[in-house]
């Protein structure tokens, strides 16, 4: 598990979390974190924020959430919530 910070550009705004990754992503990370000279935990950040920039304008930040719907990442189907 991973423990990733995120510090805006006003430092008194963080989250932590948690987050599980497979062994080889984990690996693949710090190795790109080393050659960009980045911690970890800003190397994961800095990849979340070029996706964010990247997705198109018109695409939501926020599902709404009379309309969502859950989709189970992974189990069993009659383990997805209700």
């Known amino acids: 598990m991973v423990s990733v910070y ?3 550009c ?3 705004h963080e989250t932590r979390i ?4 497979p ?5 693949w990370l710090t190795t ?3 050659l960009n000279r980045r911690s970890l935990n800003s190397e994961i950040v800095h990849r979340l924020e070029v996706a964010h920039r990247a997705t198109p304008p018109e695409t939501p ?4 959430c009379d309309t969502a719907t859950a989709d189970p ?6 383990s997805s919530p209700a």
Do not use: F, I, N, V
Not at 61 to 64: K, P
Not at 73 to 78: H, M, S, Y
């Open 32 to 34: 790109q974190a080393k």
């Open 23 to 27: 062994a080889d992503t984990h690996a």
């Open 18 to 21: 948690t987050l599980r990754l």
């Open 10 to 12: 006003d430092m008194d």
């Open 6 to 8: 995120h510090y805006s």
């Open 73 to 78: 990442l992974r189990g069993k189907p009659e």
């Open 61 to 64: 930040d926020r599902l709404d």
